[in-house]
Every structure is written in C-alpha cells, then in structure tokens.
C-alpha cells in the first residue's frame, strides 16, 4: 500500500526519530522529483541474527517502502570479512568466509519480517568489492587523506589512548561508501554510530560524479541490562527469532526507563498514547509494568500475530505472577533410560554447543523439576512428563520413548 500524503507531512513522518538528517532541504528536493527514491541500509552478517536494535532502522525503511520508494538492502558479505569498527574500543576479529556465509543465511529472511519483499532489492556487496584490484583499491584510498580519517571519533579516542588501529580498519568506511557508488543510492539509513562512515558515502559518490546521498541516523537503543548499546555480544538482545514467550519475557525485564523509549521506536503506538503513558506513571496513577506488559505484547504480536501475543502473556503472568508451570511446553524426545544433563541440552539443540550447556548449568540457570542442577557432568535418569527449564524463560517437557 502506498500512502498518499501530502509532501510536508511525508517529510515530517521520515523526520520523525531520526537523530541526524543531513540535509533536510536535499531530502525535500529529491521528494519533489516524485519518483521512487533508492534508499540504502547495509548489514553486515557478523552474527546470525537480527535483534530490536535493527527493528528501528527497518522500520523506518519500511516508511519509505509504503511512501512506493525502493528500499536496497545489501548484506554486507564481503564487509563483513574486515568488521565494522564503528563503536569499537579495539580491533575486531576477521570473520573467514564460510562463517559470513554461514550467518547471512537468514539475514534477508529476517529483514523480510519487516520489510515489503516485492519494493526491495536485496544485493551482496561482494559482487563489486570482490572484483576490485590492488590499482582500483589505492585509487579509492587516493579520495581520502588519513587526517580526514582519523578525524573519527572513535578512531581518535583509541589513537589517544595507545590502543591499536588497523589499515584495515580504515579502509572499512570506504568500502561501506563504494556500495553507495555502486547501487547509486538517493538515502542512506544506519544507527548514530554509522554518521562517519554514511558521511563519506555522500563524498565519494560527489568524487564519481553523483549526486550525494542523503544521510540519515535512527537512535541506538540500549539492551535489557539498561546501559549498553543491544548487542549479541553483550547477551542483552531480543532477536528477532525469539519465540513468542522468550521475547514476551526478555522484554519485560527491561528497565522501567525504557519502557517509552522502547514504545516509541519499537511500535505503532501513538505519541499522544505514549505522553499519556508517561504523564500517568510520573503521577503514580498507572504501574510501569503494565504499561511494559503492552509494550511486551504489541511487540510480539507484530513478530508472531496476536494469537500468540496473547498466549505470551498469558504464560508470562502464570510462571513469574502464579509461580506456576506454563500450560503448553515444547515437547523432548528421549528414546534411552539415562543421558547427560549437557548432551540433553545439545542434542535436543536448546543450546549451540555442549561448552554452552556446561556454562548455563554451572551459572545455574538449568533446572529438572525445578530443582537447580549445579553439576554439568550430572547423568540424568529420564522419566516421561519430567520438566526441563532453562534460564528464566524456556521450558521444555521430556517425553520417554523406547
């Protein structure tokens, strides 16, 4: 569905948000052309999933998409291989081939959850930056001078404090650029921590004769621990591929103070609603959490309907309010008498890796029957209907089949 508004309200619902708009008259004239804009976002598959933090710039591209622009969304698979140093303290480590490969599997089947698939083109940037040259790399290079690079404030910060700053590290920005240049791009979207490297788009595709770019920033959000920015990294994430109980849960730990911020960036609610909200739990005339409780379905309904939001909360309010088992669980096979608590855990893929079992039983965050099970060599002896919980939110009922 395309929205028909008119050009100053369109303006002022891209505008909505957005942290850094550079510029906003350029943004304006290319409205004026009334022909579909090509409009930017690159992700780099460093991590196999897609978390909130990028809920708020798909969003926002999904704007676009329903004001009949064309979103392209490039995974960055070849970028990813150098890692984006954007926000970093020290050098990240390279990523092989096969493991961006690996993680970019499900990167645009992710995006999609947001994203209208018909109005995107969805693109590699290892299609042209595979094919470029030691001469086409020194000539690209040649655009830039090396105070101009580390002008960049996190760059800066690390040169101060003696810590390392690879070539590599540097080239990345321009990289990010020449995908600009080469998809022709009208708009460019990333988080605030992304403005140096859109920046240098815009002069680069000035430098082969386009015209530039516009630039603009979307809020990063912090993760459920309240302070940092939601990373994988940090294990303060809600993925996208959470499922419904996991994601109702995760977000109900979020601090009080993000409850709005959360509601704002993450939701279609309105920001009349949202003062309300903030008016009412100021004066101690609404409970934060339940105003987190409508944050938490909204959310989860979006990813999953409201059928499932429903049995969310639901299943939320009887284990952490009634202190009782949720009503349906995921069921477990086990066709052999006894088995290890770790090869459990790994062979019935609640967890990744057995060092992951070992590390969530010795942090006590696995229980059988709701008893803590502190040994990650223990033998369990199976019996059908027993419950297995794991963290706060995952149950799991074990069905004996032999």
């Known amino acids: 569905m395309v929205l028909v508004i008119s050009l100053n309200e369109r303006l002022k619902k891209l505008k909505r948000n957005t942290v850094d708009l550079v510029t906003e008259e350029e943004l304006m004239e290319k409205l004026k052309e009334n022909r579909p804009l090509r409009v930017k976002l690159g992700v780099d598959p460093s991590r196999p999933d897609l978390h ?22 490039i995974i960055g698979d070849f970028t990813a291989r150098i890692g984006d140093p954007s926000g970093r303290s020290q050098i990240r480590p390279m990523l092989s081939a096969e493991e961006v490969k ?21 693109r590699y940037n290892s299609e042209w930056l595979e094919t470029l040259n030691f001469e086409d790399v020194i000539r690209l290079t040649a655009k830039f001078t090396v105070a101009r690079m580390i002008e960049r404030d996190d760059f800066a910060k690390r040169l101060k404090a ?39 788009g815009r002069k680069l595709q000035q430098d082969f004769g386009q015209k530039p770019q516009i630039v603009m920033t979307m809020p990063l959000i912090e ?31 979020i601090p009080d103070d993000l409850i709005l911020k959360y509601m704002r960036l993450l939701t279609d ?94 942090q006590g965050g696995v229980r059988i029957n709701g008893e803590k099970i502190i040994d990650p060599f223990a033998e369990l002896e199976i019996k059908n209907g027993m419950v297995l919980q794991v963290g706060k939110r995952r149950f799991f009922k074990i069905k004996k089949k032999f």
Do not use: C
């Open 269 to 362: 609610i309105s920001d009349e609603e949202i003062e309300e909200y903030r008016i009412k739990m100021e004066g101690k005339e609404i409970n934060p959490r339940d105003v987190k409780m409508k944050l938490a379905r909204e959310i989860v309904s979006f990813f999953y309907g409201e059928t499932e939001a429903e049995k969310a909360q639901e299943n939320f309010i009887r284990v952490f309010r009634e202190r009782k088992l949720p009503r349906e669980m995921q069921e477990i096979t086990v066709n052999v008498s006894k088995k290890s608590i770790v090869d459990l855990l790994f062979e019935s893929k609640i967890v990744s890796s057995r060092s992951e079992a070992k590390r969530l039983i010795t």
């Open 52 to 73: 909130l933090g990028h809920l708020v710039v798909l969003r926002k591209l999904r704007e676009f998409q329903d004001m009949g622009h064309t979103v392209v969304l």
């Open 223 to 253: 993760g459920t621990d309240g302070h940092l920015k939601m990373s994988k990294s940090y294990d303060n994430y809600i993925a996208f591929n959470d499922q419904p109980d996991e994601m109702y849960g995760k977000l109900m730990s």
């Open 102 to 122: 690996e993680n970019a599997k499900t990167y645009s089947e992710q995006a999609f959850k947001v994203l209208d698939e018909e109005k995107t083109e969805l």
């Open 162 to 200: 003696g810590e390392p700053l690879s070539v590599s590290e540097l080239l990345y920005p321009i990289a990010q650029a020449y995908d600009s240049v080469m998809i022709n791009a009208d708009v460019e979207l990333g988080g605030t921590d992304q403005l140096f490297n859109l920046l240098v």
